[in-house]
């Protein structure tokens, strides 16, 4: 492996980490990236002609926290560089032991959800500066122009560094009060390494596996009914990853997969798990969206799918979590339940300018429209769901029922 690669690992698999190690000594995180980015910059000059070092992480923390002890020196921020490192090294020692916290993001993840951040911009907060992804693809999972998650996100973090915001543990209390917010989070994490069909984005990479380890630890620290939720909604779609692509690596939607190649562990797994969530007698989003993936996961031993009871689910979902996405999957369950002209009555009660980006909107719409014969208003559906999407094999797909719809 050559430096450049080693940097492009280090920055994709410990981007996330870094930060919420060098954030949790630091209330402000634009310094911290900023650090962050200095050691990237000098890994590029120095690991070419030096080698790589033994541990790249490790070296890129000390050059960060660098970077922050001379910025704090040159601002008179700190009185002391010495006292200050000797504190961050005592403290790191201290996280590096927690047992409540295993894994440092964890808790990162729970500070960008404190009350004092506006709501709007805490599940985007915790995206970029704990989780890695950037400004760019967040607007876009957002249905937000990237300048102004660019703002949002901006505001967000001196909002941390103007108000003081403490970084220490919150109360018990306090994480139950944070908790849905930092399950937006981790799935919509979950989502972006999801969206990635092909594998081919190394930005993306690990990120499906990260969201799902942060679950499982989190399910140890908080086990709440909605945290295992989440957890089994996720296990039902990776128990999926492999049917997804043909062997020529073609895009399969869900209908056509052969139920054959789903994990049949994850999926028992994610059976057992969602069955601990229903006996709590509660019920949210996440635990709703995993029943609906259980169903769909129970073609690989009936053959069938209860569309009925998929709709639903969904029904109850858009009751008490009624977000596009929510809505768009009610539509397609209807349409595949009772007939694409419920489905297609139903998108039409989503407000246009809801969905005027979304993708999902487009490509049911384009199925729904084909099913009952309207090829013209199809076609310019599929054409929309096309330049809305981002997966090449995705794209391929749309384009090829584009072909077939007006050869035939």
């Known amino acids: 492996m050559d430096s450049r690669q080693a940097i ?13 190690f060098l954030a949790a000594r630091s209330r402000d995180m634009a310094a911290c990236e900023d650090a962050l980015a200095e050691a990237f910059r000098k890994a590029l000059e120095r690991w070419p002609v030096d080698g790589i070092p033994d541990n790249p992480e490790a070296w890129l923390l000390t050059t960060a926290r660098r970077r922050l002890t001379d910025d704090d020196r040159r601002s008179r921020v700190r009185t002391s560089a010495q006292s200050t490192l000797l504190a961050i090294t005592a403290k790191a020692q201290e996280l590096a032991n927690s047992e409540l916290f295993p894994d440092e993001r964890l808790k990162l993840l729970f500070i960008c959800a404190h009350p004092a951040i506006a709501a709007p911009a805490r599940t985007p907060l915790m995206l970029q500066t704990v989780l890695g992804l950037d400004a760019a693809r967040i607007a876009s999972a957002f249905l937000v122009k990237p300048a102004a998650m660019g703002q949002r996100l901006g505001r967000a973090k001196a909002k941390i560094r ?13 994480l139950e009060a944070r908790l849905h917010a930092v399950l937006e989070a981790i799935y919509a994490c979950y989502g972006s390494g ?15 596996g990260d969201a799902i380890d942060l679950t ?66 509660e019920v949210g989003p996440f635990q709703l969206e ?26 109850g979902l858009v009751r008490i979590a009624p977000t596009i996405g929510a809505m768009v999957g009610r539509s397609a369950a209807y349409g595949e339940a009772y007939g694409a002209g419920s489905g297609l009555a139903l998108l039409e009660t989503i407000p246009r300018d809801m969905v005027t980006n979304y993708q999902p909107y487009w490509a049911v719409s384009a199925h729904l429209f084909r ?22 094999g995705m794209r391929e797909f749309l384009s090829r029922q584009v072909v077939q719809l007006l050869e035939g």
């Open 371 to 392: 099913r009952t014969g309207r090829h013209t208003e199809a076609v310019a559906a599929y054409r929309r769901a096309i330049g809305l999407c981002e997966d090449a």
């Open 8 to 20: 492009d690992r280090a920055a994709r698999d410990s981007y996330g980490r870094l930060i919420a």
């Open 290 to 315: 995993a029943a609906i993936q259980c169903i769909h996961a129970r073609r690989a031993a009936t053959g069938m799918t209860d569309w009925a009871a998929i709709a639903g689910l969904y029904e």
């Open 216 to 281: 499982r630890l989190l399910a140890q620290l908080l086990p709440a009914p909605e945290v295992h939720g989440l957890l089994a909604l996720m296990l039902y779609c990776e128990s999926r990853r492999e049917a997804r692509r043909s062997p020529e690596g073609d895009y399969i939607p869900l209908l056509e997969q052969d139920p054959a190649k789903w994990s049949l562990p994850m999926i028992l797994e994610a059976n057992r798990i969602l069955e601990s969530a229903e006996r709590s007698g």
């Open 194 to 208: 999801w969206d990635d069909i092909s594998g081919s984005d190394p930005r993306r990479k690990g990120l499906a």
């Open 162 to 174: 103007d108000a003081g915001i403490s970084f220490e543990l919150p109360e018990t209390a306090e």
